[in-house]
Structures are given as C-alpha cells and as structure tokens.
C-alpha cells in the first residue's frame, strides 16, 4: 500500500496547499489547514519511512510533494483489491487486479488461480457473493471504517474529499488514486443501506 497512500498523501498535501493560498493571512482556517499540513507531512515522513529504503528515491519524493516535482517511479503500485470476503469455510479471499486484463484469487494468503475480466466483480449492487474455483461460495466483506464510508458518502453529496480517510478507502479498494469511487465502492455504501 505504500505507493497509494505516498500518492494519496502528495494530493491531499498540494489540496491543502492551494487552500492555504486562498485562505486569509490572519484567519483561524489558515491556522487550521498549517496544522494538517504539518500532520500529513509527518503521516508522509512515516510512510516514506516505512517503504522507501533509497535516501535517493526519498529525496525525490520529498520533492514531489514540497516542490510538485515529477512523481518517482518507485515504490512499485501495490495491485488494487477488487474483491475481498469469506468463504463458507472460513477462508479469507481476496481478488487483485494484476493488470487490465487479469485478476489474482488469492485465498488465505496463497495464490490460488489467475482469471481473465473483471465481469464477475462489476456490479454495484450489495450483497456480492461469488463462486470461485475451490472456495465454494465467497461473501464479500469490508474493512473499512463507519467514518472513512461517512466521509465519502459526504463526499459524494458534494462535500470535502475525504482526503484523511484516503490511505484507508484505497487500502479497501473502495476508491482509486484519484478517489473515485470504484465498483466494491459502491457495493460498500450500497450495504450501509441494505
């Protein structure tokens, strides 16, 4: 998840930037937004930390964020989840996209087949179930919190983007890089209301 929540972190941070800019010299919303500029700066330096072993490749991420410089390379993309739930037997699946056309089904931790599309995990509509091979039937589940779904359901509605529940939303695979809401977004809203 580190290069999501590093991507996450650097718009969050130049958002935030601009903000900054607009808001009045003297204003307690200045006040505020220096305060979280200050915390995703710390909440950066603790994931750069925790990912990035390269003194070089930090300095260039550093400079990405606090100098809009190119965006490094690396850390390579985590694959986004698709899908993730539990099987009648208590197995823990997870569906990752590997690439455009390729999915990963990974039980209890292994990798268990490679399938082509996505077709199965488009529908929007909750409760999803599936049939994988050698899992039986698979409910889908989500890890996210009841704040991070309040903060996108806000968002949605046309508030703020939940830019402090970001690293989480994306870790869930209920939103992109660019915080849209993805198709297990929209399932994971979806069974707030069912």
């Not at 694959?79 to 823990?92: C, D, I, K, T």
């Not at 990974?106 to 909750?126: M, T």
């Not at 989480?168 to 069912?194: F, K, W």
């Amino acid at each position: 998840m580190g290069r999501e929540e590093l991507e996450a972190l650097v718009r969050h941070y130049h958002h935030l930037q601009n903000e900054h800019k607009r808001a009045s010299v003297e204003s307690g919303v200045r006040r505020r937004i220096e305060e979280r500029l200050l915390e995703i700066r710390a909440r950066f330096d603790r994931v750069l930390a925790e990912w990035v072993a390269d003194e070089e490749l930090k300095r260039a991420w550093w400079e990405h964020l606090h100098y809009r410089a190119p965006e490094p390379q690396e850390p390579p993309a985590v694959q986004p989840l698709v899908f993730r739930g539990v099987s009648e037997a208590g197995s823990a699946v997870e569906v990752r996209r590997r690439d455009d056309e390729e999915l990963e089904v990974w039980v209890d931790g292994s990798l268990i087949e490679r399938i082509a599309g996505d077709k199965d995990f488009a529908p929007v509509a909750a409760p999803l179930r599936v049939r994988l091979n050698g899992t039986g039937p698979v409910q889908e589940t989500f890890s996210v919190t009841d704040d991070a779904l309040d903060a996108l359901s806000e968002f949605l509605d046309g508030g703020s983007p939940p830019w402090e529940h970001a690293s989480d939303l994306l870790a869930d695979g209920l939103v992109d890089i660019h915080l849209d809401l993805t198709p297990r977004g929209h399932r994971a809203l979806a069974s707030r209301q069912a």
